[in-house]
């Protein structure tokens, strides 16, 4: 635990920042839960001049969500459900996501820190120009997900979510870890792996080996690897001439 602080920057005393930890890899929680701090209930995220702070927004149905140039701070965002959403230029700071269907999102040029998505089926959705920071995704849907120069600036954490057939291409997640993830055809491509640590992950199927430089697997996982690199290379088995 590490002491929190208030948004002027001083310590709070008596408050202690919640963490979520896997193996070596530790994020700070949204802070929604701290004593004294009310979060009123809200009908709409647009609006607000800007910035929207210690709400709760739940069980909401949306043909359509926009949001742009907005500061979402100090929130729960419960059940919400949108056929099709747009996000840029958004901060997001101490957030919890919970059980939302954002499928087909697209969502850019955002920054994101202390924010936890449990349960959100966000598949399909583009996720494009985001700065990460103290993030966890976890028992989420991302399949067929695009993560396109998306920056880890501090640890996330996937746990326990779908990524078959996600794409990570101009992406630096070097303070990462996959944790129990179905990465079916998921797809590394140009970026920064070092150190992501996805140790306890099946990567027999996955796409782009050779992106994967100094990441962090265990020894069993080489194998697997491997498989997955002669997938990828499409090779031709002969018979051994020595049993010719």
């Not at 069980?59 to 059940?79: F, P, Q, V, W, Y």
């Not at 779908?162 to 140009?190: I, V």
Request: charge should be negative; include cysteine.
């Amino acid at each position: 635990m590490t002491r929190g602080c208030s948004r002027s920057g001083l310590p709070l005393k008596g408050i202690s920042m919640i963490t979520r930890t896997i193996r070596r890899t530790s994020v700070t929680l949204p802070s929604v839960n701290e004593p004294g701090l009310y979060l009123s209930n809200i009908s709409s995220l647009e609006g607000g001049r800007g910035r929207i702070a210690e709400f709760q927004y739940a069980d909401t149905g949306l043909r359509d969500l926009d949001l742009a140039d907005t500061h979402l701070m100090d929130g729960r965002i419960t059940g919400l459900t949108a056929q099709r959403t747009r996000f840029d230029r958004l901060r997001v700071d101490s957030v919890e996501f919970t059980g939302c269907d954002l499928s087909s999102l697209q969502w850019s040029d955002s920054k994101i820190s202390r924010v936890v998505f449990t349960g959100c089926k966000l598949m399909g959705a583009s996720l494009d120009g985001l700065t990460l920071d103290h993030v966890v995704f976890e028992d989420c849907r991302l399949d067929y997900c695009t993560f396109a120069g998306v920056q880890a600036k501090g640890p996330v954490i996937f746990s326990r979510c779908s990524l078959r057939e996600a794409t990570f291409t101009g992406t630096d997640l070097g303070s990462g870890l996959f944790a129990d993830c179905d990465l079916r055809l998921t797809e590394f491509d140009t970026g920064g792996y070092r150190d992501l640590d996805l140790r306890g992950n099946d990567l027999s199927q996955v796409r782009g080996v050779g992106a994967l430089q100094r990441v962090i697997v265990n020894r069993s996982q080489t194998l697997q690897l491997a498989e997955a690199l002669a997938a990828e290379l499409e090779l031709t088995y002969g018979e051994d001439p020595d049993s010719a």
